[in-house]
C-alpha cells in the first residue's frame, strides 16, 4: 500500500476508496448466529410521532457550553455550542445550531411582531409576518460562526476540550426567506444612506451596524431554517442572515433595520466584537470570517482503538467565498495531502472534507488548513499570533493540531 | 406591468424581481407607534437548551395520516407525512421527515446492532457499529418518497386534502454513510450475484430485493441525516439509502444483506409495491420515481386574502436525475411560465421552484409540470390514468390542479 500515500505518517489518497477496495478489515466474519434474531423484532414497535426526536441512546449528542463545568444557566447571556465531534455532512440539525444570545432568548408572539425599516427611506414601512409571506424568497445554505468562537487558541497554552467545546460556535443550515434588497427597494433608499442599523426585540436589544452595500448584495430577511421556521433560540419568527460576517451581525428576533449615513456605534459594536491588537491598536469592523477547517474525526474525545485505517474527516468554511482546498497533515504540518471536498461546494457554506489514513500507532499529530477561492490560506497559531497578538477575542483562525499519542488518545495541543 | 406577464391568468416573468422592485406593496406606512416596546423585550429571555425544539407557535406544523379523521395509531403499520405546505427550501428538518413502518419503530440498542453481508461473497462478514465507524463515508443530499404517495390522484372523484395529505410521503435530506459498495468490495462479490435483499430488523422485517447494479452504483448505508445520527422512526441506526428508488427499498433498521442470482420474492414486493394495470396485468419492479412537481404554496388550506401579487413555489424530484425545468400554468395548463429553481440543484433531490404571480381575484387553476434532465415530462393525469388505469396504488406522479376560488379558498381539482 506504500504507493498509495500522499504525505507523511500514513496519509492516504484522497481517491483511494474512489479505485479500490483497500481492505479496511474492521469487519468480522460472519456465521450463522449472526443472524439471531434480536428482541426487538420479536413485537410491534412504537408509534409514530407528530414531531419526531434522535435516539435515547443519542443523549450525549447535545449543545454544550465551553468548559463542562460551565452550567447552562437560567437565562441571561451565553452561548451553548454544535457538537462538532458527532456530527457528519454540512447541514447542523436544528436542534443542534449553536446559539449565543445576550439576554436570553425571548418568547416572541409572530402575530404581535412586526419589522419596520426606516431611516432614511422615502417611505418608512412595518411589515407583519403575514405582510412578508406574500414577498418572493430565496433558500441558500450558509454556515454562521460566532466572532468568538475558537477563542481559547488566543491562550498561551492549549485549553484541553473537544471540537464542540473550541470550535462549536458554527453551524451550517439552508435558510430560506426575503431578500432585504427587495424590501429596501419597496421603501425606497436614500442616495446618502450607507449603512444599515439592524435591532432584535430580545432583552440585550442587540443592535449592529451593517454597510448597506452588504445588505444591498446578499442580505436576507431568514424566516426558515432547513424546512421549518426559525427556532426561538436562532431569532424566531425572523432574523437577519448577513451570509459570511460575524455571527452576532446575523440579528436575531429582528425588529428594525435603520438606514444611515454611519455606523451607529452600539454598545455591541464598541465594548465588544472589537479586535484588540497589540500596542494599543484595536481593529472595528473586521465583519467576515475568515478561512477555517477544523478537523472533527478523530478529535478529543475519540480514543483510537487499534492502528490501520480510519478516515479523517472535518469542516471547512470561508466568509469570502468557496473553500478551494483543504489540505491534511499528520506530521504536525511538516508534510501535506490535499482532502476530498464533500460537494456541493457552496459559498459561505460549510463544506465537509476527508482524507484517508493510516495509523501506524505512533505519535501523530492532526492539522488541516483550509484555502478559499479568494487565495487566502489558513495561517499557522504561530503566524496569527505574530500579526496580531494574543489579547484579541475574536476571529482567531488559526491552524488547531490535535495529538494522537500512542495510546491513541486524541489531545488539543500547541505544535 | 403587463409587459412582465410569462403566462395567462397572472403569471409573471420569473426574473422579475431579479430586475427591480416590482411595488408589491404588502406592507403599511411606519409611524413612530410602530416602534414601541414589546412585552418580551423587558424582561431577560428563556435559557439556551441542550437540545432546541421549534416554537410553541408553530405546533400545528407536524406530521400528521393522510385524513384528518385517521387518528394516529399506537402501534403497527402505518405513516406519518411531512407538512409540506408549511416547509421551505429543499432540506426537511429530521423532525418532519415522512415516516412509513410495516410494523412500528423498534426500539434498537446501537451496541447490540449487527449488519451481516452473507450470500453469494466471498467472505461473509458482520459489522458493529464501531466497525462501519471505520469506514470512508460519503455525504449526499436525495429525497425519499414513498411509492404510495400521491396515491389519491388515482381516485375518481378529487380527494380534498392539503398537499401534506395528498403529497406528503416526501422528504429530503443530507444522508452521510458508507457506500454500500465499498462493503461488498471487502466481502468480495461472487460473479453470479445480481441482486441484494435487504432486511430490516423491526418486527415486520420488511425486505425487499434490489439490483446489485443499482447497489454498486450510489446506495449507501446511511448512519447520519441532516448531520445528526439517524433517527429511531427513519432507520436508527442505519437504513439503506438507494437514491432515486421508491422509498420502501430504502429498508430502514438494516440488519442484513444477502447477494443472490434473483430477486427473492419477499412479501413485500408481491403482496405490496407492485403496480395493477388494465386488463389483469400488473407492473412488477418498478423502482426509480418518476419526475413530479408539487405546488405548496398556494394549496389547500391557504386562503388569498387580496388580489395582488403572491409568489408561487413548490418542490419538484426526480428518481432518474436532476430537475431540469418546471413550468407553472395558472390556467389549468392552458399556458405555461418556467420557474424559477432554486440551487444547488442536485440529482435525485429536492428542487424548489418560485415564480411570481400577479392574482386578479377571479378564478384560477395552478399546476407545475417538472422535467427532468432525461428529457421526461410529468404527465398530466387525464394521460397517466390513460395509460395505467386506476387500479394501481402506487407512483402516481400526475399533475396536480389546485383551484383558487374568486373568495381566495384553494382546493384539490382535477382540471
Redesign the interface.
Known sequence: MTDEYAAGNGLLNRRL?LA????????????AE??TV?E????????????????K??AN????PLAEHNA?????P???RSPLQ????????????F?R?H????????E???L???GLVK?????TLN??S??????R?HFVECAGNSGALYNKTPTAGTAQQLHGLLSC????GI?VS??L??AGVDPSAQWVLAEG???A?MSRSVPLAKIMDDAMIA??Q????V????G??MRLLVPGFQGNMNVKWL??LKLTTTPMMTKDETSKYSLLLNEGKVAQFKFPLDAKAVITKPSPGFQL?AQ????I?GVAWSGHGKIARVDVSADGGKSWAEAAL?G?V?PKAVT?F?V?WHWTGQEAVLQARATDDTGYVQPTRTVLIGNRGNRAAYHNNAITSWNIATTGEVKHVYA
Open positions: 476508496f479500490s477496495g483497500a481492505g479496511i478489515l474492521a469487519a468480522t466474519s460472519a456465521s449472526s443472524l434480536p426487538w423484532t420479536k413485537h410491534p414497535g412504537a408509534w409514530l410521532a407528530p414531531y419526531g426526536q434522535p435516539s441512546f443519542e449528542v447535545s449543545r454544550g447552562l444557566y437560567e437565562s441571561g451565553g452561548s451553548v458527532f456530527l457528519e455532512g454540512m447541514i447542523t440539525p436544528n436542534g443542534l445550531h446559539e444570545s439576554n436570553g432568548v425571548p418568547d416572541i408572539d409572530p404581535q411582531h412586526r419596520v425599516i426606516h417611505r418608512p414601512l412595518v411589515f405582510d412578508l406574500r414577498y418572493p424568497m430565496t433558500s445554505i443550515a439552508e435558510w430560506t431578500p427587495t424590501l427597494d419597496e426585540a430580545d432583552a436589544g424566516l426558515y432547513n424546512g421549518e421556521r427556532r426561538p433560540s436562532n424566531y419568527p425588529r428594525r482503538k490501520g485505517f480510519y478516515e474527516s464533500s456541493p457552496l465537509r476527508r484517508p
